[in-house]
């Protein structure tokens, strides 16, 4: 079964730092698009970041420069490191594989999904 | 940057049709996908490409699109269908990747 679950989430003072797991199953992360999007509470979808089955890597003008994607190929995780963190960075953050064919692209599977709380 | 567009709301009676739409120039040289969000769970993909569900979609839900307007329709709206639906597509403004929509609440009456 193709699966992701992440982990890492929880509250953190204004300024703190805080890295996200994304472990995946059914499937080989670094043989794939890998990305994060964010939901703050009661808003919408928001893509944060992928990381290329290449290694390259995009990031949402919000979060550049304070975020850094990356991925372990021995463990099969996706991971998403947060610094200099803000209040408006408060959401649920998730993982989702993303399939690209030309001009057909989707996000599937989606992770379960880790609060990410930023408050003093 | 680029956007997409959808409408904040849409009601439709139960057991009839409704279409949910999203505007945007990316959907004009790239399709959309849909996903269903309900209270407390992640996204679910329910459409992609030109028109495909993934498995354990019911076949109620269809895509279309013509020009820079992607459609969601779901005929037959069942109590089930009342959740929040998301668009999404490459942004083809080059700044970004990807951009989502600002979602759709579809209440089923």
């Known amino acids: 079964e193709v699966q992701l679950v992440e982990t890492g989430g929880g509250l953190i003072q204004p300024g703190g730092s805080l890295r996200l797991s994304c472990a995946a199953s059914g499937f080989t992360v670094s043989s794939n698009y890998m990305s994060w999007v964010r939901q703050a509470p009661g808003k919408g979808l928001e893509w944060v970041s992928v990381i290329y089955s290449g290694g390259s890597t995009y990031y949402a003008d919000s979060v550049k420069g304070r975020f850094t994607i990356s991925r372990d190929n021995s463990k099969n995780t996706l991971y998403l490191q947060m610094n200099s963190l803000r209040a408006e960075d408060t959401a649920v953050y998730y993982c989702?594989?993303?399939?690209?064919?030309?001009?057909?692209?989707?996000?599937?599977?989606w992770g379960q999904g880790t609060l990410v709380t930023v408050s003093s | 940057s680029s956007e997409l567009t959808q409408d904040p709301a849409v009601s439709v009676a139960l057991g009839q049709t409704v279409r949910i739409t999203c505007q945007g120039d990316s959907l004009r040289s790239y399709y959309a996908s849909w996903y269903q969000q309900k209270p407390g769970q992640a996204p679910v993909l329910v459409i992609y490409?030109?028109?495909n569900r993934p498995s354990g979609i019911p076949d109620r839900f269809s895509g279309s699109s013509s020009g820079n307007t992607a459609s969601l329709t779901i005929t037959g709206a069942q109590a089930e269908d009342e959740a929040d639906y998301y668009c999404?597509?490459?942004?083809?403004?080059?700044?970004?990747?990807?951009?989502f929509g600002g979602g759709t609440k579809l209440t089923v009456l």
């Open positions: 989702a594989r993303v399939i690209v064919t030309g001009t057909h692209n989707w996000f599937d599977p």
């Open positions: 490409g030109k028109n």
């Open positions: 999404n597509s490459r942004d083809s403004s080059g700044n970004h990747p990807w951009v």
